[in-house]
């Protein structure tokens, strides 16, 4: 059983670390400690019902619907130029800084709504888990327990990221910072997007 554990969870997490539009958002929901539990929460279950269904053997989709990856793709694409968007003017306007714990900041549900966008229009999230994933679970006998490995790895980055995002607190006290990772966050949407657009 750990044969099988082990590999889904190294995998998942693998795929995982890279910088990517979903963990941007929720290192800058951890920084501001704005509704983070539910975030990491949304995050976990998201990739959950991703990578289980990848070992369900959905990863056939794609093959059988030939105009599901292209509309993912520019879908994807669009919202993450607009994201990238208000980013970069965030970091050139700045004013922000991190003060005290409930400062106020955007209700739970508009948060929710902007990273669900954020995690299921994005193309990549399907090739990692409904096909990377899912297709190398079939060679494991307990591909179950694969999968399960692989969503133990994801709910527990997300909920590390989330929260130990409170240790740059300090820094984050000061606007430059803020308007530093803005940029960065900005320059990494459109990054995804142009890769999403020149493939």
């Not at 520019?74 to 965030?90: E, H």
């Not at 700045?94 to 106020?104: D, N, T």
């Not at 096909?131 to 994801?154: P, T």
Request: one cysteine or more; proline letters at 4%; glycine letters at 12%.
């Amino acid at each position: 059983m750990f044969d099988a554990f082990l590999p889904g969870f190294l995998l998942s997490l693998s795929l995982i670390l890279a910088i990517g539009a979903q963990n941007a958002f929720v290192l800058r929901q951890g920084l501001r400690r704005e509704h983070v539990f539910w975030v990491c929460l949304t995050c976990g279950l998201s990739d959950a019902v991703l990578i289980m269904g990848g070992v369900a053997g959905f990863g056939a989709l794609a093959q059988k619907l030939p105009w599901f990856e292209a509309v993912m793709r520019y879908g994807g694409a669009a919202f993450l130029l607009w994201y990238g968007w208000r980013n970069a003017r965030a970091a050139w306007v700045g004013g922000h800084a991190l003060h005290a714990q409930g400062q106020g900041g955007k209700p739970l549900m508009p948060t929710l709504l902007t990273l669900s966008a954020l995690t299921w229009l994005n193309p990549h999230v399907y090739l990692d888990t409904f096909v990377l994933i899912g297709s190398v679970s079939a060679q494991y006998e307990d591909r179950h327990i694969f999968g399960a490995g692989a969503v133990l790895a994801s709910i527990s980055f997300f909920f590390a990221l989330g929260y130990g995002a409170r240790i740059l607190a300090p820094l984050f006290a000061r606007p430059v910072s803020w308007r530093i990772l803005d940029g960065l966050i900005a320059l990494t949407m459109w990054a995804i997007a142009a890769g999403l657009l020149w493939v």
